[in-house]
């Protein structure tokens, strides 16, 4: 393990421990982008490449955007919402923390993608899937969601899970990229790893898991990776 890597992971659950004392389970996100003062170096996952386990992902399944609507989950410094913007996805793309919407603006601004500050349970109506009677209408034809799960409190878990499975489209597609960890196994520390029990959640929610990929962690003695895609089929 990268010692320089582990102790900025420290300052990151330090941060949230200090924000999960005060009774605030989120405000830690901005606090940690804030203090970074715009050295990506201090933030774990700043790499500003995509997630390489996605990126592997997507290389093996020829995947393209071809104009698709996408939408980006905690997006970050939006290095993701970059690449899917890069193989022709039209994408929006949110996170918590205006800190880091500011910061992905300054990176990406000049692309045509869409940076929005915006909470996981308050977007926007038109982002959502709905169906009423024989009318379905909104969400996305592709999302995607990277380590966004995995950091939150787990009582949490069921209502993000709910909140991002409404984001898919009727057609539309997720990815899940998570840390995983097996059913009988209990997380230790933030970020804690999903379960396929965990994820089984989003198939509770009328999606259909079409490929659960398990790939090795790059990191010596971190869990391994989990990149799930689940299909939301039309109904008659």
Request: charged residues 30%.
């Amino acid at each position: 393990m990268d010692i320089d890597l582990e102790e900025r992971r420290a300052r990151v659950r330090a941060i949230q421990e200090e924000f999960a004392a005060r009774g605030d389970k989120l405000g830690w996100f901005d606090a940690l982008y804030k203090e970074a003062a715009g050295d990506n170096d201090v933030i774990p996952w700043a790499d500003l490449e995509p997630n390489s386990y996605f990126r592997n992902w997507a290389e093996t399944k020829g995947l393209k955007g071809g104009g698709r609507k996408a939408l980006v989950v905690g997006c970050g410094l939006g290095d993701d919402a970059k690449y899917l913007n890069d193989l022709g996805f039209k994408v929006t793309a949110f996170d918590i923390s205006p800190t880091a919407v500011e910061w992905a603006i300054k990176l990406y601004g000049e692309s045509d993608i869409r940076f929005q500050v915006c909470d996981l349970f308050e977007t926007p109506t038109e982002w959502k899937h709905t169906q009423t009677g024989r009318l379905r209408s909104g969400g996305f034809d592709f999302v995607l969601e990277i380590y966004t799960i995995q950091p939150l409190p787990l009582e949490m878990r069921p209502s993000v899970v709910d909140a991002i499975a409404a984001f898919v489209a009727e057609n539309g597609k997720l990815v899940v990229v998570t840390r995983g960890r097996g059913d009988d196994e209990e997380p230790d520390q933030m970020p804690w790893p999903l379960s396929r029990r965990d994820l089984s959640r989003f198939e509770e929610n009328g999606l259909t898991q079409t490929d659960f990929v398990v790939m090795d962690s790059e990191n010596e003695g971190e869990p391994h990776r989990f990149v799930v895609e689940y299909r939301r089929s039309p109904r008659d």
